[in-house]
């Protein structure tokens, strides 16, 4: 064999080598990320609807994020994503405060509702392997209606009650509105202002039969508004 031969073996081994080698790297690259899309549910007191409470209670918010598509099949539909998850809550539905954060797309909170507020759960999107999982959230609204406690006055010659009313700074220099049912419907009785303590004392006409009447407050100061009653005023 010539040396010319053998330095064009030797050129075709390299050449194979090259390829091999070429080959290898190609094989290395990356592979391409997933997109996910994700949804987020916030619960008060087991509704997820918008709500009424009375003032004094308190609520248990609840919320997490699952996976609800995916670019490839990889990550399983309704499986909570990775990272954090906050509640939050508002007076106006736009200046917010949080009040809980959970890892793995899941939080809880317990406290009292002061007034009418808005709660949201937001999750900021995270990533994970190869999976990239996008921002969601959801919120709602809370309606706090005022607390009444009716205490009974009456003789045996005037049908009298007591309301208490708090909290009593959410109501004071206002109006009580006091209705009789009359004919199927509700009537206009009497409009009673309410003090600084809260406290509206209000007398009723009565009968044998009994004659049905409400208490209904305005919106106003965080609280929205709201029907007592029927309380019935009896003569005996």
């Known amino acids: 064999m010539t ?10 081994v390299a050449a194979t080598a090259l390829a091999v080698t070429t080959l290898a790297a190609a094989g290395a690259a990356p592979a391409q990320a997933s997109s996910c899309t994700t949804q987020t549910t916030i619960q ?25 598509g995916c670019d490839d099949t990889t990550a399983g539909n309704g499986k909570r994503p990775p990272g954090t998850l906050v509640i939050q809550r508002s007076a106006d539905g736009r200046s917010w405060s949080t009040l ?12 009292p509702i002061p007034r009418t507020v808005f709660y949201r759960a937001v999750h900021n999107g995270s990533t ?16 706090v209606k005022r607390y009444v406690k009716v205490v009974d006055r009456s003789t045996s010659r005037r049908s009298v009650g007591v309301f208490k009313i708090r909290p009593a700074a959410s109501i004071r220099g ?46 106003a100061r965080g609280f929205v508004k709201a029907s007592y009653g029927p309380f019935v005023a009896r003569r005996y």
Do not use: C, E
């Open 3 to 12: 040396r010319s031969t053998i330095r064009r073996l030797a050129g075709g």
């Open 44 to 68: 008060v007191n087991g509704n997820a609807a918008n709500k009424t409470v009375t003032y004094g209670q308190s609520a248990s918010i609840w919320a997490q994020t699952v996976i609800t």
């Open 100 to 111: 809980a954060t959970g890892a793995d797309s899941h939080a809880t909170y317990f406290g």
């Open 128 to 143: 994970y392997a190869s999976h990239t999982f996008g921002r969601s959230s959801d919120s709602l609204r809370v309606a």
């Open 174 to 219: 206002m109006r009580a509105v006091f209705q009789v049912r009359r004919n199927g419907a509700w009537r206009s009785y009497k409009r009673v202002l309410v003090p600084r303590t809260g406290n509206v004392r209000a007398t009723f006409a009565n009968s044998r039969r009994g004659i049905k009447y409400r208490m209904v407050l305005p919106s």
